[in-house]
């Protein structure tokens, strides 16, 4: 929680949290309530979300139901390799699309690839870097040109 509060500090926005182990769907209620009334939009964390844990899962499931939001996001890895597979089996139905961070890192762009033969759902950003400005809109084109080089 520390590490969103600094970020947020960081971009003069506001964080809403509650106290540990609060119930995470009336947290992300409580955010997405405060941006209505702001005129703002909300972004809800759900990180440390392993796919493998069902209570978890569960939770994820209950936050999207009760908050029904506009659109969601599944963050992978572009260095997980197989796991992301994996990952988006356990997500699917989570999720309306994908954002592959450590894109800088990867320059064979196999999760990429994986992502779009597992799914149908678009990669919406890519990240390649540490800073705010390095989450880039994902341009297909430009992967496709890249990759034929």
């Given at each position: 929680?520390?590490?969103?509060?600094e970020?947020?500090e960081?971009?003069?926005k506001k964080?809403?949290?509650?106290?540990?182990?609060?119930?995470?769907a009336?947290?992300a209620?409580d955010?997405?309530?405060?941006?209505?009334?702001?005129g703002?939009?909300?972004?809800?964390?759900?990180a440390g979300r392993?796919?493998?844990d069902?209570?978890?899962?569960?939770e994820l499931?209950?936050?999207?139901?009760?908050?029904?939001?506009?659109i969601?996001?599944?963050?992978?890895d572009?260095?997980?390799g197989n796991?992301?597979?994996e990952?988006?089996?356990?997500?699917?139905?989570?999720f309306?699309?994908v954002?592959?961070?450590?894109m800088?890192?990867?320059?064979k762009?196999?999760?990429?690839?994986?992502v779009?033969?597992?799914?149908?759902?678009?990669?919406?950003?890519k990240g390649?870097?540490?800073?705010?400005?390095d989450?880039e809109?994902?341009d297909?084109?430009?992967?496709?040109?890249n990759l034929?080089e």
């Amino acid at each position: 929680m520390e590490q969103l509060e600094e970020h947020g500090e960081a971009l003069d926005k506001k964080v809403v949290r509650h106290e540990y182990e609060s119930d995470p769907a009336a947290v992300a209620y409580d955010a997405i309530e405060h941006a209505e009334n702001e005129g703002k939009v909300a972004l809800i964390d759900t990180a440390g979300r392993s796919h493998s844990d069902r209570n978890l899962m569960t939770e994820l499931e209950k936050m999207i139901e009760v908050n029904n939001p506009d659109i969601t996001f599944l963050v992978v890895d572009a260095l997980s390799g197989n796991d992301v597979t994996e990952q988006i089996e356990a997500y699917k139905g989570f999720f309306d699309a994908v954002i592959v961070s450590k894109m800088d890192i990867d320059d064979k762009g196999g999760t990429i690839i994986s992502v779009s033969y597992k799914t149908d759902k678009p990669v919406a950003f890519k990240g390649t870097g540490q800073n705010y400005e390095d989450l880039e809109e994902f341009d297909k084109e430009e992967f496709i040109e890249n990759l034929l080089e």
